[in-house]
T-cell receptor
Framework: AQSVTQPDIHITVSEGASLELRCNYS??????LFWYVQSPGQGLQLLLK??????LVQGIKGFEAEFKRSQSSFNLRKPSVHWSDAAEYFC????????????FGPGTSLSVIP | DTGVSQNPRHKITKRGQNVTFRCDPI?????LYWYRQTLGQGPEFLTY????????KSRLLSDRFSAERPKGSFSTLEIQRTEQGDSAMYLC????????????FGDGTRLSIL
């Protein structure tokens, strides 16, 4: 069955430090991959997406992610974290079904120390 | 693009009551999705519309839940005879047709059952 795992439930980093959030997926084919961010009480905002081509994708707010087929991973990175980046981050897999089903991971909560 | 709008933002009701939520998608989006999100979890798919047709329903959607999208515009999600376990954030998302098109989310309706 298709699934998305985010091994880190919660991560704390200092402001200005680099960040990497891990995401692994299980799917028989190359999926579409997304990272979303959710602030408390808000909906999800798309950070970036991977469909094909260059495996390193750039997103909004200085985020980037790298697709590694051999590891079934799509890790999110940012070179320097800002206090406003504190939020919940969700990795999602888009499956090529008739209605473009999207499966979300459980999320990683990011705290930023000033 | 005014974004996906959901009303109400919060709903508190007694167990056994019926509730109805509304979602107004981005105007040119013909696909509309409902998700449920509980604390510490990613969104779980409930149902999906393409225009006015409801094409897919999750097993999570018991017979107490019903969704409509008349005329392919706004959508409503009704929960009858609410139970404690229905307490959650209900998210609506919309997208244009195409298997690689990202979903755009509203800010959700938080339901609390007393």
């Amino acid at each position: 069955a298709q699934s998305v795992t985010q091994p880190d439930i919660h991560i704390t980093v200092s402001e200005g430090a680099s960040l990497e959030l891990r995401c692994n997926y299980s799917y028989g084919a190359t999926p579409y991959l997304f990272w979303y961010v959710q602030s408390p009480g808000q909906g999800l905002q798309l950070l970036l997406k991977y469909f094909s081509g260059d495996t390193l994708v750039q997103g909004i707010k200085g985020f980037e992610a790298e697709f590694k087929r051999s590891q079934s991973s799509f890790n999110l990175r940012k070179p320097s974290v800002h206090w406003s980046d504190a939020a919940e981050y969700f990795c999602a897999v888009g499956l090529k079904t008739s209605y473009d089903k999207v499966i979300f991971g459980p999320g990683t909560s990011l705290s930023v120390i000033p | 693009d005014t974004g996906v709008s959901q009303n109400p933002r919060h709903k508190i009701t007694k167990r056994g009551q019926n509730v109805t939520f509304r979602c107004d998608p981005i105007s040119e989006h013909n696909r509309l999705y409902w998700y449920r999100q509980t604390l510490g979890q990613g969104p779980e798919f409930l149902t999906y519309f393409q225009n006015e047709a409801q094409l897919e329903k999750s097993r999570l959607l018991s017979d107490r839940f019903s969704a409509e999208r008349p005329k392919g515009s706004f959508s409503t999600l009704e929960i009858q005879r609410t139970e404690q376990g229905d307490s959650a954030m209900y998210l609506c998302a919309s997208s244009v047709m195409g298997s690689n098109q990202p979903q755009h989310f509203g800010d959700g309706t938080r339901l609390s059952i007393l």
